[in-house]
């Protein structure tokens, strides 16, 4: 999607980051459109190698405050999550505040899969076994603790407990809907009073995981076709992961939807090793979690500049799961 945050590179800019990053030069390059904040390339290299370079919007262009150095976020995902057994492309390069770009970039392993949410041909059976595996790799990315920090650490947006973390977390988006003059089905102070509201069940989570919080289709690379039966090749789009509740990370698989019982994701995560119980308290925490992620769906729109009727149906069901899931909160 088209976004005022992706960063134009030329082909010489291009070929000039990968010679230093691999040594080796370009025949090809390709823009990735598919994503919504940073810029990416596929790029075919002389030695017959395929990679991908994804570079971070220019540091002093208006973003949210959570996306404060998104790609050292990343970064330390794939070297944590990797050796945990979560599927990765790996990573071959990071350059932070590169003298040339002005900013950050990584390149990774190109994958030769295809999106889950642009895959054809998968039977009910094909996709409930996918949500079954995509369970097990939550599990195993929720193995990995953190160290005595909730939130976004990069970002400074962090607590010693996850009730201080998510609050300032939410604080922090709220201002930004003040900064971008975000039209919202309800007041901040609404907003505000549901969370807060219940920011005493966050008490429960006691130790820091890590949470990637954006595993919707479009960031699920499924086995090429011709490899039989999909399974999921990797996982993509760390940059928004945080340390926090493991519950969180199924609010983007269902989104604009409900996480059930009955749910595969759930079987899988759990036979995995994974703990998920839906207590009333569960339930409340969950339903702040999609107000967060519906709230940030919606205030980004103006800093990225989407296109107005491309994000349409995005906003318009942002603005419902919002809606809905206060509604739920408001019930005492």
Known sequence: MESKTKRRLTTAQLEELILEA?????????????????????????????????????????QL???RELLRTEAMVYHLATPAGVPLARLLHSAFDHPRLGGDFLVLSAL?????NQATGLSDADQAALRH????????????????VFGYPYAGLTGPTWRDAFLVMTGALLDDAVRYETT????????????????????EVTAPVL?????????????????????????????RAFWGDPLADFVTPTIFGELREDDPIVAGYRQAGGVLEFTPQARRREAMYRVYLYLLMLIEETPRGYPEESY??????STEGLTQSLAYLRQR
Request: glycine share 10%.
């Open 312 to 317: 349409r149906r995005i906003r318009d069901l």
């Open 22 to 62: 691999t040594g080796t030069g370009v025949t090809s390059t390709e823009e990735l459109t598919d994503g919504f904040a940073n810029a990416v390339w596929r790029i075919a290299l002389a030695d017959g190698r395929q990679v991908v370079l994804k570079a971070a919007p220019p540091p002093d262009l208006p």
């Open 112 to 116: 030769d899969g295809v999106p889950w």
């Open 211 to 239: 949470v990637h919080a954006d595993v919707w289709p479009g960031n699920v690379f499924l086995t090429p076709p011709s490899a039989g039966r999909p399974r999921i090749q990797a996982i993509i789009d760390l940059e």
């Open 184 to 203: 919202l089905p309800c007041s901040l102070l609404d907003i505000a009073a549901a969370v807060h509201g219940d920011a005493h069940l966050l008490e």
């Open 133 to 148: 595996e995509l369970g097990a790799h939550l599990a195993r990315l929720h193995t990995i603790p953190g160290e005595g």
């Open 65 to 67: 405050r959570y996306e």
